[in-house]
């Protein structure tokens, strides 16, 4: 199983052995890629036991309509949740980089 970005990683060893060294836009677009993946792992995980917990009291081999739509409805909710927390982060962040 291949972790996504370590084609990045393994292309800047082999610039390094070959007697190059990748650039620092290289280094950060591959950083921010890996953050990225880092990130809706996270996301992903925390969406799955919250609304699995919530949703799912009892698994059985076959989900009722209930629970689909209880799933669907609190993925939709997690979302929606974490797309205003990133826009605010950003918007603060931006906010900061100015001051700078």
Not at 35 to 58: N, W
């Amino acid at each position: 199983m291949e972790v996504e970005g370590t084609e990045d990683i393994a292309l800047n060893m082999e610039e390094e052995m070959a007697g190059g060294s990748p650039s620092i836009d290289q280094n950060v677009s591959s950083l921010k890629h890996r953050l990225a993946v880092d990130f809706m792992a996270i996301l992903s995980t925390a969406m799955e036991d919250t609304c699995f917990t919530r949703c799912i009291p009892k698994p059985g081999l076959k989900m009722s309509k209930n629970e689909e739509r209880c799933l669907g409805e609190c993925m939709k909710r997690f979302l929606e949740a974490w797309n205003i927390t990133s826009q605010t982060v950003a918007s603060v962040n931006d906010k900061m980089s100015n001051k700078l």
